[in-house]
Nanobody, 119 residues
Framework: QVRLVESGGGLVQAGGSLRLSCAAS????????MGWFRQAPGKERERVAA????????YYADSVRGRFTISRDNAKNTVYLQMNSLKPEDTAVYYC????????????WGQGTQVAVSA
């Protein structure tokens, strides 16, 4: 069983950067794929990025490719989402999740961290 806690959200101006962290506890972290998702008010949850257990393969949504970078440090049981060139449409609650593959299923979720981007 993995427990996930996100941090690093906040308010930033358009064009700025934030780095989200997701700290995991549990013995299965290093064998799990990890993903970052987001959900804006009135919108469906969107898979933003995902990474395999080894870090050797990644996935990015078209909306963030080239601006966001997912990475993980298995020694620290942490996965990161570096977000650059932020846009107001990136405003959402961001969640990390652990899964079987980068395509899911994602079975354990964090509580979320709010990201707000002002114009």
């Amino acid at each position: 069983q993995v427990r996930l806690v996100e941090s690093g959200g906040g308010l930033v101006q358009a064009g700025g950067s934030l780095r989200l962290s997701c700290a995991a506890s549990g013995r299965t972290f290093t064998s799990a794929a990890m993903g970052w998702f987001r959900q804006a008010p009135g919108k469906e949850r969107e898979r933003v990025a995902a990474i395999t257990w080894s870090g050797g393969s990644t996935y990015y949504a078209d909306s963030v490719r080239g601006r966001f970078t997912i990475s993980r440090d298995n020694a620290k049981n942490t996965v990161y989402l570096q977000m650059n060139s932020l846009k107001p449409e990136d405003t959402a609650v961001y969640y990390c999740a652990s899964g079987v593959t980068t395509n899911g299923p994602f079975v354990t979720w964090g509580q979320g961290t709010q990201v707000a981007v002002s114009a």
